[in-house]
Nanobody
Framework: QVQLVESGGGLVQAGDSLRLSCAAS????????MGWFRQAPGKEREFVAA???????YYSDSVKGRFTVSRDSAKNTLDLQMNNLKLEDTAVYYC?????????????????WGQGTQVTVSS
């Protein structure tokens, strides 16, 4: 089992930047895939970005070009740099980890989840 703790959320204005961090502990060597999801009020949890242990990254179309995911396997961390934030980016952001088997954009692929951190973008 892997424990995930997110940090870095907050209240920002549209156009600002914010960096989220996720610290992993436990049997992290079994988790080749780590990702970020988000859930806005009244909406389903949606995929944001994912990073494999070998360095490959993948993004949803809604954040591509604005968000950058980075993984440090030695430190067991996963960061999400969010630039040019928009109102529609407001959500609770969750860090997740999986073995790497299955689709990276599907929540059911991930075995471990953090508690989430709130990101609120105001106009």
């Amino acid at each position: 089992q892997v424990q995930l703790v997110e940090s870095g959320g907050g209240l920002v204005q549209a156009g600002d930047s914010l960096r989220l961090s996720c610290a992993a502990s436990g049997r992290t060597f079994r988790r080749n895939l780590m990702g970020w999801f988000r859930q806005a009020p009244g909406k389903e949890r949606e995929f944001v970005a994912a990073a494999w242990s070998r360095g490959y990254a993948y993004y949803s179309d809604s954040v591509k070009g604005r968000f950058t995911v980075s993984r440090d396997s030695a430190k067991n961390t996963l960061d999400l740099q969010m630039n040019n934030l928009k109102l529609e980016d407001t959500a609770v952001y969750y860090c997740a980890a999986g073995s790497g088997t299955g689709s990276a954009i599907a929540a059911q692929t991930y075995l471990d989840w953090g508690q989430g951190t709130q990101v609120t973008v105001s106009s």
